[in-house]
């Protein structure tokens, strides 16, 4: 042992000389605002790493999570940038000045949503990158290399960018979290408040690095 | 004090820093019409493989049989005069652009031993920006021309007279007759000429005599006359062959970027917006503005910006001309607010949206505005401010419901009716029977002008779950959208 206490600080870098290609623990996390999802969270969407939403239920209340995400984000003015595979996103139900923090990118094909994914999640700008391929057929999702998630992985661990992504089936092999949302809204919903709405998800959350698989919302 | 710098061979570098394929080839410059146009400057290769000036094109080309040769380019010698000029102002304040390729120094009030260790990094500098020079030391600039000239390539003359009197005479560039007459007298060398009588010479070779005289003893009558800075910073070229691939474009377009972003930063200024256009065989043009965030004067940046939209630009007919501008702006020196919201890397964002739009295309990257119309799905996307500016409350009541996914385009659908409201809907992926209904909701617009719209609206229910906007238009029945 040696004669002097090291700093842990000079170990961390030692660390990262060392293993430059380790995961680096996430620094925080980016709170949804939405009690049900946050809690199935650690808090919120974790940065530097992918979290994914799967739709496993049609009229879920996901895009309206995705609006919560839009306000949570626009609140701390953090930039948001949305690709939108199938180009599917509507601005229309949410207002101006809700979205005056989003780029959102309108895809033609899926390739043009990975490449898209790799250069947002890799800039310094962006709190968060949420890439949205849920109405893309599965056939083509399925044809895509799994070192795609890899690779977007190790660029959001270096950037630290909170990355979501919103799919209709489990796809990401290398999410830290996978929250299922498994009930659909009756039509009442649509004249329903949105806070009332946001507080009756039916959203599973599965931990994917411990496996655990926590309790129905 | 006073330094010259000169660049040798300077019509000939001027075309080489413009055209990659002449960097490294044997090249020469060609003078004069038709068949009598003669090498007036060989490049390095070009000498090497026996080519030498005053040689006649086919001549040349029989020692050099892969030889180019080019007549010279006003604009590329201007271009690459503001390049010299501009790197020179890095070193003195003072620059006189004494004659093309050949720029004078006043060093007054500089710190010679200073400069002295400054000389190899200006030389570098130039030989970055694609020019070689020779560079020269002296009392006066006479002089300093003589020493760049035999300057190998640097040379700082302390004695003036020891230094002159072995240089030929053809220095001082006498014409034919009056060499032949100093010749007569014996006179090959500024140092003998010095000595010579200087009325002698005078009453030989009336004025001209006098002021040979004076500039072989190292006489220098006039002050320098130190160059304006640039008031517009634009650069033009007509391409010596039309073109239909990017690269020989970027290469010119870096070239460009690298003089005005110099001109500008010597000039404590940045930029904000370029103006890019390119010229096309057929007389047509194609023009594109760029803006960014913050004004900079990095080449490096600028240049990402112009080759991310290049990449996307298909013109149809290749390129003979380029033109490019940058609108000076005062960078921003600015304090990081404690609560300031803006870009951690500006440039870097920018650059990333244009990378993006080069991959999706033009129009399809963005922050989205409404547009000021009740059509449906009209929607804008324009450039994302710099700074995200702070969430205000908006007027209006809070939104209800769930929100809607739309299907671009709307899947066409066939519908079946009951008691007149949809109870079966089939499209592509949703089929089933329907449970539950909310409608219909008509709008129409635009009727005063074309293309009108009008569209009547249902949201359903399907008894199998999940919520739909149906959608009846003249043209049919379409699934518009689900509500998430």
Known sequence: MADHPVPLTA????????FPTAPRPAEGVVATGVAAVDAQLPGGIPRGGLTEFVAAAPSNGMQLVLGAVLAATRDSQARVGLIDAADAFDPAGLADAAVGHLVWIRCRALEDAWRTADLLVRDPNYGMVILDVRDVESRLLKRAAATIWYRLQR??????????????APTVPCARSRLVFKESFPLAALTQARPA??????????????????EAV | MFAVVEAPDFPLQALRRLEAELADAPAALLRGEGRRAVVACVSPPAAQAGVAIGMTAAQALAECPGLIVRPPSPAAEAEAGAVLLAVCWQASPRVEATAPGLCTLDLAGRDLAQFRREL????AHLQAHGLTCRMGVAANPLVARFAAHEARPERW???????????????LEPTPEEEALLSTLGLSTLGALAKFPREAVARRLGPRGDELWARAAGEWPRPIQPAPPPTRFAAARD??????TLEPLLFVLRRFLERLTLELGQASLGTNRLRLCLRLEGGKEHGREFCLPDPTADAAVLFRVIENHLATVRTDSPVVGVELEAFPSRRLERQEGLFDAGLRDPPAFYETLARVAAIVGTGQVGTPRRADTHRPDAVALVTPPAAVPPATAGPGAEPRGLLLRRFRP??????????????????????????????????SGDWWQPPAWAREEWDIELARGGLYRLLHTPDGWFLEGGYD
């Open chain 1, 11 to 18: 170990l961390r870098r030692l660390l990262a000389e060392r």
């Open chain 2, 120 to 123: 190899p990094g200006l030389r």
């Open chain 2, 239 to 244: 391409l010596e062959h039309a073109v239909a």
């Open chain 2, 157 to 171: 003359v302390d004695a003036v007279r020891p230094f002159l009197a072995p240089l030929p005479i053809a220095l």
């Open chain 1, 197 to 214: 709405l946001l507080a009756q998800l039916g959203v599973e959350g599965q931990r994917q690095r411990t496996g655990r698989i926590q």
């Open chain 1, 155 to 168: 660029a959001a661990e270096e950037s630290q960018v909170a990355v979501l992504v919103q799919s209709a």
């Open chain 2, 410 to 443: 709307p899947r066409p659908a066939l519908v079946e009716l009951r008691h007149g409201a949809p109870s079966f809907v089939q499209a592509e992926a949703i089929a089933g029977p329907i449970a539950g209904t909310r409608g219909p909701w008509r709008s």
